[in-house]
């Protein structure tokens, strides 16, 4: 059975326009460093699981576009750079802290906005929407999926 997330990136960093201009429109999806976020890439996502590819932290957050799974969780690189802001000195190549997974573009879609996802009481439920959730990572529910998928 497929699984359904919803991945948020601020579009300033790596946005939905990046990953459509990356080589065969697959990226790394590095940089969380919540160990929560971090399990459900590691231990749960599955190939082909689908997510919607969501803005944060910017003037109009909200789903962008749609992204499927393309590699298994694998160690983050940006843990090793020392230049890196996501540089953890405490990670080893031998026994690393962070892992991403890749994507690949499913497509791009019209910005669904946070006032429309809570507008609609068949989300009222969905994590991205409850107050204190701060995941950059997050599951959402088949009922949920089907319904924004009919937004758009």
Request: charged content about 25%.
């Amino acid at each position: 059975m497929m699984n359904y997330w919803l991945m948020k990136s601020e579009p300033d960093v790596f946005g939905i326009d990046n990953l459509a201009a990356a080589p065969k429109q697959t990226a790394a999806w590095w940089g969380v460093r919540n160990y929560q976020a971090r399990n459900f890439m590691r231990d749960r996502m599955k190939l082909e699981d689908r997510a919607f590819f969501y803005h944060s932290s910017c003037a109009e957050p909200g789903i962008a576009g749609i992204v499927r799974v393309s590699a298994l969780a694998h160690p983050d690189m940006t843990q090793f750079d020392r230049k890196s802001a996501y540089f953890d000195p405490k990670a080893t190549r031998g026994a690393p802290r962070w892992f991403n997974v890749d994507v690949t573009l499913v497509q791009k879609t019209r910005l669904v906005g946070i006032p429309e996802l809570r507008s609609r009481p068949e989300l009222a439920s969905m994590r991205v929407l409850q107050r204190g959730n701060r995941l950059s990572v997050m599951p959402v529910e088949p009922h949920e999926w089907e319904f924004i998928i009919g937004m758009l």
